[in-house]
């Protein structure tokens, strides 16, 4: 209906006039004198015939503009109910000035709305005292004052909601945004850090392999060997590929704490024993096991093992809290390597509400550091509730055999 409305508003209007015109017909073909709802008689007998008609015009016919011009419809409606209480008339098309207050308290300005509501009353006061002669005033104006007051609260109400259910839609496209620029951000940050650890892994094998070329090119020279030539070019070639790498990505290394920060080699798949031994001492009881072999693993890839593991369980310190029980299992099965890391979930008794209030949010730094990482190499994450028991689970799969031709961190992953 509210859709309708909005895309077709003059149904509505059309509907209002059409329902306020069917109201005042009865009233209008009726003989001799008629009635008030209050026990009065008017004076339409004294009165030519069609002055009940143009009086009901001159109400019916504004409502078709009462939302395009709502002051101007109500301050009609109520110089022409003047005119009808002058004339000593009561008529069922009076509604429309109740009407006519309940737009201009839906859409008009506050400020006209209250002069409005007070010219409302004086007129209500008037017409019960003074034109028609009414036995139960009191009645009567206790019923007119209370269609006044109705009108303008179930106005201001639908003005309300539907000043409410805007603010909602514009927070929520603001926290759509938010969150956008929050997970673009995020993966931004986390492709730089990686970048870097790559641009590490990089440059430290192009330096040993330029040193190696060198160290070669120079003994086959002594040996007047024809290969010593080939060397040199070789090792001419990795100085520029190291010169290359370093404009490419060098800009990830500025910042303030570029240049106080110590160098130490990455971790690897021999560092995470060191790992989980602090967080066992942090309160996770952690059970380690390891199928295939790890250790051909090249660094890039024991790195990128290394921080899956260390984001899965940060996650499960963070959520699951102390007394919680998380298992990681490392399978390298042919090319294929295989990281579960799985948690059981707060212990029983703890306040788990934390867990379900953050973990499912994708957007955090954790969950998306995983994600890149594994898409440097191919690879597919699964990340969300266990199936089987209460608890987390982290799963990365991605094909080791690729992952020394896999793209350089400059260029788009797949």
């Known amino acids: 209906m509210q859709q309708l409305d909005q895309q077709h508003p003059w149904l509505l209007d059309t509907a209002v006039v059409l329902v306020v015109a ?28 069609a002055i009940p008609y143009l009086v009901t015009v001159a109400f019916i016919a504004p409502l078709w503009w009462r939302r395009k011009a709502p002051a101007t419809v109500f ?27 309940y737009t201009l308290a839906a859409h008009g ?6 002069w409005a509501v007070a010219l409302a009353i004086v007129q209500v006061v008037a017409s019960v005292c003074f034109p028609v002669p009414v036995e139960r005033w009191v009645l009567s104006m206790f019923f007119l004052l209370g269609t006044v007051t109705a009108a303008t ?22 926290l759509e945004i938010e969150r956008d620029q929050r997970v673009r951000l995020t993966a931004a940050a986390e492709r730089s850090r990686v970048a870097r650890e790559m641009h590490d892994i990089v440059g430290h094998n192009l330096s040993v392999m330029v040193t ?16 010593a030539e080939a060397l040199r070019m070789l090792g001419d070639t990795g100085r520029q590929a190291m010169s290359e790498l370093r404009r490419v990505l060098g800009v990830l290394r500025e ?24 967080v066992r001492a942090a309160g996770i ?22 921080r899956i593991v260390q984001e899965a369980l940060t996650n499960t310190l963070k959520h699951a809290g102390v007394g919680s029980t998380a298992e990681v299992t490392l399978t390298a099965n042919a090319d294929l390597l295989h990281i579960r890391v799985a948690d059981t979930g707060p212990p029983p008794g703890a306040a788990a509400h934390s867990v379900l209030a953050a973990r499912p949010d994708d957007s955090g730094h954790g969950l998306v550091g995983i994600r890149q990482r ?41």
């Open 22 to 49: 069917c109201i005042s017909l009865p009233n209008l073909l009726s003989d001799g004198a008629a009635n008030t709802p209050f026990t009065g008689t008017d004076t339409r007998t004294e009165l030519p015939a």
């Open 75 to 101: 301050f009609v409606t109520a110089g022409v109910t003047l005119a009808q209480s002058l004339l000593g008339l009561w008529l069922p098309a009076g509604f429309s000035t109740l009407v006519a207050l």
């Open 109 to 114: 300005s506050l400020r006209v709305l209250a």
């Open 153 to 174: 609260a179930v106005g201001l109400t639908m003005r309300t909601r539907r000043m409410y259910l805007a603010a909602l839609e514009d927070r929520a496209r603001r």
């Open 212 to 227: 190696l070329a060198d160290g070669a090119a120079t003994l086959a020279a002594n040996n007047n060997e024809r290969s």
């Open 255 to 278: 910042g303030p704490d570029d240049t106080a920060r110590p160098l130490s080699p990455q971790p690897g798949i021999d560092d995470l024993d060191a790992l989980l031994a602090r």
């Open 285 to 306: 009881a952690v059970t380690y096991r390891t199928e295939g072999g790890l250790a051909s693993l090249g660094s890039g890839s024991q790195l990128t093992v290394y």
């Open 374 to 414: 594994a898409a440097l190499f191919g690879g597919s994450v699964t990340i969300g509730p266990r199936e089987d028991r209460p608890g987390w689970l982290v799963d990365v799969h991605f094909d080791t055999s690729s992952a020394q031709s896999r793209h350089t961190p400059g260029e788009s992953t797949p």
